[in-house]
Structures are given as C-alpha cells and as structure tokens.
C-alpha cells in the first residue's frame, strides 16, 4: 500500500516554498581561515556522509548517472546513534511533484522538505525527503551488510517512483565515502544565525598534488521573502572579516563524487 499523507499536512500546495538555504563555501587555504575565524572551540558535532551513485550504468568518462538526473540519495551517521537518509531532486522542477507530495510535511520517521538552495548567483529547487534511520542502518547499508532499500523508507522510495526522473535500482547502487564533516548549529555572526559544517574527504581524496579535500560552508535558513537581502548581508558580513568565499564553481558534489569513485 503506498505511503499517505499525514493528517493535518494539508496547506496551500501550488505555491509552496518552505524556505530559503543560503550557502557561502570557502575551500583550499581559505577553508581553514573561516574554520579558525567562525568556528566555536568546542560543541561539533561530527558525522560521516555517504552518497549512492549508480556507477555500472555510467556511459562515459564523468557520467554520473543519479546525480547528472537531478537526484541525490545521501546517508548520514552522527557519533550517538543519530542516522538519516535523504533523497532530494536538485534541481528540482516543480511540475514533478504531486499534489501528493506538495502537501506532506512529516509523518512518523519522514519528513518533506520544499526550499530554495542558493549559493552565490546559483539558485535551485531543493526537493528533499528525509527518513531518520538511526546510525546502525546507515553503517549496515555502507558496508554493504544490509540492501540500500532497507534504509530508504517506504515513503521514499514512492516518492522516488513517482517523481525522480530515472529508476533508481537500488539492488545496484554503489555507496560513495564517507566524507568526514564537523557541524556547529546556531552559531551567531552579527545578527545571523548559521550553520558551519566542516568537510574533509576520507582518506585517498584529494586535488590533484595530493593534498586533503577540505571545505567549509555556511549555510543560513531563511523564509523566502527578503531572502536575497539575508544572502548579500550575510556574504558582506564574512567579507568585512576578511574571508573570501569560493566565487568559481568551488567545491561541489561532482567534484567529491568523482574523487570518492576514484
């Protein structure tokens, strides 16, 4: 039987937009400036991030073939027994998603996720569905000793059914990592509250002298309206600091995905 809608989650749907992620990134020398200059001494939280790829359908050099379809399937790990599994469309198009899914917010383990991801003057649908798994799943499925579709929940792979634009097969995915992250919430910069989550690939990643892949964003949650007035405060703010966010295209998930493949 399909998954339902959870009592009480019918709002307005066609034009819903939860949110606004504004996403600053420093990488190479520049990440571990704004790591000393904003970062809290102490209260990180550490985790592991595993990504799901299908790798024996790739058809050329580079070819990604979930992520080159919009789609992003990611495992997360805490140091308590904290776990997650997320499926996001990104970019998202809107006419993808039901009636169905425009109007589910959270039911049990499953929660929706309808927003805006901007990062300097790139800005996409985020569509994602998270399943709060707990740490054991999420390590079980990386090592390959329990099936992806185990730690998916029910609702997410209907929604992956219904709305991903390629059939995820998970029998035959490949699970990518981990990459290494530290996240402090809540940290205050001026009258910002953000997120900072420290990235490093696992060992055998890296550029190409050797060196370790390391990053670091921040990242601020916003309601939509005045979004772009947080975003130019908020890029300003880190600049009076003397930190110089990546401007080109940086440190992103092609980038990772290719070097965890490697």
Do not use: N
């Not at 805006?116 to 985020?126: C, F, I, K, N, Q």
């Amino acid at each position: 039987m399909p998954a339902s809608v959870g009592r009480g989650d019918l709002t307005s749907a066609s034009d819903r937009l939860d949110s606004v992620e504004i996403k600053v990134t420093f990488s190479g020398a520049g990440a571990a400036a704004a790591t000393w200059a904003l970062a809290p001494d102490t209260g990180g939280a550490r985790r592991r991030v595993y990504f799901c790829e299908a790798l024996a359908r790739s058809t050329a050099p580079g070819h990604l073939p979930l992520l080159d379809a919009g789609l992003i399937l990611r495992l997360r790990a805490g140091s308590g027994r904290g776990g997650a599994a997320t499926a996001e469309l990104r970019p998202c198009r809107r006419s993808r998603l039901s009636e169905r899914w425009l109007r589910f917010r959270e039911q049990g383990p499953d929660s929706f996720h309808l927003a805006g991801a901007w990062s300097g003057d790139r800005r996409v649908l985020s569509a994602a569905l998270v399943s709060d798994c707990g740490r054991t799943a999420v390590e079980a499925a990386a090592t390959g000793d329990e099936p992806l579709d185990r730690v998916f929940s029910d609702r997410q792979r209907a929604f992956l059914t219904e709305c991903a634009d390629i059939d995820v097969g998970f029998g035959s995915l490949d699970v990518l990592g981990p990459v290494h992250t530290v996240r402090w919430r809540g940290v205050r910069l001026d009258h910002h509250e953000v997120t900072l989550e420290r990235r490093t690939l696992a060992d055998g990643g890296g550029d190409a002298d050797g060196a370790c892949l390391e990053w670091l964003e921040v990242s601020e949650r916003v309601a939509p309206e005045g979004a772009e007035v947080v975003q130019a405060s908020l890029t300003a703010l880190l600049k009076a600091k003397g930190l110089e966010p990546d401007l080109g295209p940086g440190i992103r998930l092609r980038r990772v995905l290719e070097e965890l493949r490697s």
